[in-house]
């Protein structure tokens, strides 16, 4: 099971970053995604990077906003989020994912407890 972590309450146009811990090495190979889903709503994917880091993702309502980034040594993936907005609230997943890009194939299903992030004033 992925563990997520570093979820908190931010002021609008604050920032804070959230981890994933990936459970074993074999985890390192994969492709990585964040996923969130706000209250009422589906989960959606909002970022993701390639095993090797060289490749990444955004959802266009997070572009120029946050980035992602991983150290396969330390079995780990962040999602740095800055200027954040009341829209970004939601509980944040992270996910892998055997292939690039994300579209091409489904999550594997290891889904962790979230992190929840709240963006208020």
């Known amino acids: 099971q992925l563990m997520e972590s570093g979820g908190g309450l931010v002021q609008p146009g604050g920032s804070i970053r959230l981890s994933c811990a990936l459970p074993t090495s074999g985890f390192r190979e994969q492709s990585t995604a964040w996923y969130r889903q706000a209250p009422g709503k589906q989960r959606e994917l909002v970022a993701g990077?390639?095993?090797?880091?060289?490749?990444?993702y955004f959802a266009d309502s997070v572009k120029d906003r946050f980035t992602i980034s991983r150290d396969n040594n330390q079995n780990s993936v962040w999602l740095q989020m800055n200027n954040l907005k009341a829209e970004d609230t939601a509980v944040y997943y992270c996910?892998?994912?055997?292939?690039?890009?994300?579209?091409?194939?489904?999550?594997?299903?290891?889904w962790g407890p979230g992190a929840q992030v709240t963006i208020s004033s």
């Open positions: 996910n892998v994912h055997p292939c690039w890009p994300l579209r091409m194939c489904p999550a594997l299903g290891y």
């Open positions: 990077i390639t095993w090797n880091g060289l490749d990444t």
